[in-house]
T-cell receptor, first 111, second 113 residues
Framework: SQQGEEDPQALSIQEGENATMNCSYK?????LQWYRQNSGRGLVHLIL?????REKHSGRLRVTLDTSKKSSSLLITASRAADTASYFC???????????FGTGTRLTIIP | KAGVTQTPRYLIKTRGQQVTLSCSPI?????VSWYQQTPGQGLQFLFE???????NKGNFPGRFSGRQFSNSRSEMNVSTLELGDSALYLC????????????FGSGTRLTVV
């Protein structure tokens, strides 16, 4: 299976703190995407980083990509209660037109 | 603009029955993909349709099938339901290809009893 791994599986932090979650993938990617899922609903696309990019920002989100380690991280700064959700990384491998999702990180923000 | 619409939201079926799920993509989006989400297996790719043709297929048995209509709406069908088919089925659309990112629907929660 090409399914990537995410860690931690679960993370609880106080509101206002930063949250970091990590993702590893298997082989060369075209791009890597991060999604958020609120409690059993659909996924929301957050940010996409291409294989030739090392860092990308979108609002309070910062994504990094290390192709030598086949890993990515998502940082959410100044967390809010509304950030409570599951976060998934998804890899688009070369030669493939489907996303392979990681196992997800369950983030809980404590007010 | 309207998002991706999936119907129905919830469904309860009996083992051995068949089920059809529907997905209306964002207007102008030509690619529609389907995923199955379960606690044990996570998000698993079922198939992708583009301009009424199946372009990609995951590793699911032939009981799982789909189609896409000329207006890009898509349906997936599961025949001879098994208990293990209980899952959240998610539809996602994109303009041309997944390399630009998906927009997901809210999903159909299927329970097989």
């Amino acid at each position: 299976s090409q399914q990537g791994e995410e860690d931690p599986q679960a993370l609880s932090i106080q509101e206002g703190e930063n949250a970091t979650m990590n993702c590893s993938y298997k082989t060369s990617i075209n791009n890597l995407q991060w999604y958020r899922q609120n409690s059993g609903r659909g996924l929301v696309h957050l940010i996409l980083i291409r294989s030739n990019e090392r860092e990308k920002h979108s609002g309070r989100l910062r994504v990094t990509l290390d192709t030598s380690k086949k890993s990515s991280s998502l940082l959410i700064t100044a967390s809010r209660a509304a950030d409570t959700a599951s976060y998934f990384c998804a890899s688009l491998y070369f030669g493939n037109e489907k996303l392979t999702f990681g196992t997800g990180t369950r983030l809980t923000i404590i007010p | 603009k309207a998002g991706v619409t999936q119907t129905p939201r919830y469904l309860i079926k009996t083992r051995g029955q068949q089920v059809t799920l529907s997905c209306s993509p964002i207007s102008g989006h030509r690619s529609v993909s389907w995923y199955q989400q379960t606690p044990g297996q996570g998000l698993q790719f079922l198939f992708e349709y583009f301009s009424e043709t199946q372009r990609n297929k995951g590793n699911f048995p032939g009981r799982f099938s789909g189609r896409q209509f000329s207006n890009s709406r898509s349906e997936m069908n599961v025949s001879t339901l098994e208990l293990g088919d209980s899952a959240l089925y998610l539809c996602a659309s994109s303009l041309e290809a997944v390399r630009y990112g998906y927009t997901f629907g809210s999903g159909t929660r299927l329970t097989v009893v």
